[in-house]
């Protein structure tokens, strides 16, 4: 008799116990694991970290040049930072065949004809520009200079709160020979500034490197460029020296400039004005928004 009340209220106890915690049960009909070490449940609730993925962004980020060495990485950087991307150029698509291009609107035009480019800019919240050449001191300084002044004030005229535009950094001696391109460039720094004073960011680079990709060819200019840059970069007393010293400016890897292009591009809290080489470096290193 007292066997059988024992069992009983044992019996008793555990129906009570299931009903206060009852055990999950998968579709399959499995049980699921309420423990900490147990990944079989994938919706987890509390003291469960929410994943850090990026919200998609509705901020348009037009790139001028984007299939060149410059352009193609900053249109890059932009594409993975979940920003909507187009480029506009002479020749229109790029011919990479990276995943990250199938992203990108391609606009075919030229910057000499700057009613070819107002299409473009609709809907765009900030232009980067990286358009240049080499040439005769005349086919410099239209291409360094006329075409991204016109790029300049079209992009004012259609609301555009933020211009960036990689220029390059002085080197003395070299200015000289190349009066066309700087003075193009410079040109072009200053209609910007006019024209976007709190919007316009000018970047000042050096010796550009990294993987060039030429027709069916690769060239590897970090082979010089990576070794310079790291000796340079900390030995910026150089530069001081007379005739010289401009030339011991250091060069800056393409994905430097690409990631601080689209951080000025896009973040309102980057500083507008002039950012040299060893500025670029700095921003580089600090942590995409």
């Known amino acids: 008799m007292m066997k059988r009340i024992l069992m009983s209220r044992l019996l008793h106890s555990q129906t009570s116990t299931a009903r206060l915690f009852p055990i999950p049960v998968s579709s399959n009909g499995r049980?699921?694991?309420?423990?900490?070490n147990r990944v079989?449940?994938?919706?987890k609730s509390e003291g469960t970290e929410t994943p850090n993925v990026k919200p998609p962004s509705n901020e348009k980020v037009l790139v001028l040049g984007g299939n060149g060495f410059v352009g193609s990485h900053i249109c890059k950087e932009a594409v993975e930072?979940?920003?909507t991307v187009s480029s506009f150029s002479r020749s229109g698509r790029s011919s990479l065949k990276d995943s990250w291009a199938e992203s990108v609107v391609w606009h075919q035009g030229d910057l000499l004809s700057p009613d070819s480019l107002k299409d473009s800019l609709i809907g765009v919240n900030s232009v980067i520009s990286c358009v240049g050449g080499f040439g005769s001191n005349s086919y410099m300084y239209k291409i360094n200079g006329?075409?991204?002044i016109n790029a300049v004030k079209a992009a004012k005229e259609q609301g555009v709160k933020r211009f960036v535009f990689v220029s390059a950094a002085d080197f003395g001696l070299v200015n000289y020979?190349?009066?066309g391109y700087y003075e193009g460039k410079r040109?072009?720094?200053k209609e910007l500034m006019t024209e976007l004073p709190h919007g316009g960011v000018i970047l000042r680079p050096g010796f550009i490197h990294g993987t060039r990709q030429v027709g069916s060819i690769k060239l590897p200019l970090s082979v010089i460029g990576a070794p310079l840059e790291m000796i340079l970069k900390h030995a910026k007393v150089l530069t001081a020296i007379p005739l010289v010293g401009p030339l011991l400016i250091p060069p800056v890897h393409v994905t430097?400039?690409?990631?601080?292009a689209v951080?000025?591009?896009t973040d309102p809290t980057f500083p507008h004005g002039i950012i040299d080489v060893y500025s670029i470096l700095q921003h580089s290193q600090q942590k995409s928004a």
């Open 177 to 179: 020979l190349l009066r």
């Open 263 to 265: 951080s000025a591009a």
């Open 40 to 43: 079989d449940d994938p919706l």
């Open 256 to 260: 430097s400039v690409a990631k601080v």
């Open 146 to 148: 006329t075409a991204n």
């Open 81 to 83: 930072r979940g920003l």
């Open 187 to 189: 040109a072009t720094e």
């Open 31 to 36: 049980s699921l694991s309420t423990g900490s």
